[in-house]
């Protein structure tokens, strides 16, 4: 895909997730990787109403050359870049999802249950995240920890972050997550049927999430 493909499509999506209300306000970030680098979306953008020409540049070592500042959340992204060789990150501040790493008695290592085949065949285990201030270098660090063995995370007390093989495929799992959050956090308290770990495995084998 063209760069200008490229920066169109972060257009799009980010338009598409701030319409749906999965992002608010100046809240939100994305980045993917082109042929010499990655774009981003600027900090302090509104992903509802981002300019294709005004969205940042970064070098193959993540340095700004062209364009306004980059999200300040970047180093969370080239974790990702770094440890999984994905071709994009989304990060956002969904409700369910957020509202998920707020609680203090989810698994810290997996706080998604499979509720869903989709959220295993499209997430997999979501593990949280300590909590760091948006922007600390330290986040880069705690989300190297886990990216060996996981495409995503809840960053604590912050919001989901997904890495993907496409853009699109980043932000279909992202919105999974928010949507098996949302069925977590309506589920609490009831009987719930998790897949079995039979299931899981099959779904794993089949699916090979990545």
Known sequence: ????????????????????????????????????GFIATPTNSCLGFLDADRLSKLDAAGNHISGDPPTKETPLHFAFYEGRGCAAVVHLHSTFATALSCLS?????????????????RVGRV???????????????????????????????????????????????????????????????????????DAVADLNATFKLR
Not at 171 to 183: D, H
């Open 127 to 197: 593990p949280v995240v300590p909590y760091t201030r948006p922007g600390a270098a330290e986040g880069k660090r705690l989300i190297a920890g886990i990216v060996a063995g996981h495409s995503a995370a809840l960053l604590e007390n912050h919001g989901p972050i997904v890495c993907g093989a496409t853009l699109d495929a980043a932000v279909f799992a992202i919105e999974e997550l928010e949507e098996a959050a949302k069925l977590a956090i309506l589920t609490r308290g009831m009987p719930v049927r998790h897949l079995s770990q």
């Open 105 to 121: 008695d989810v698994d810290p290592t997996d706080a998604l249950p499979p509720i869903t085949p989709y959220v295993v065949m």
């Open 1 to 36: 895909m063209s760069e200008a493909a490229v920066r169109a499509n972060i257009v799009r999506w980010g338009k598409s997730l701030f319409d749906r209300g999965l992002t608010a306000g100046s809240s939100g970030n994305i980045t993917a990787r082109v042929d010499d």
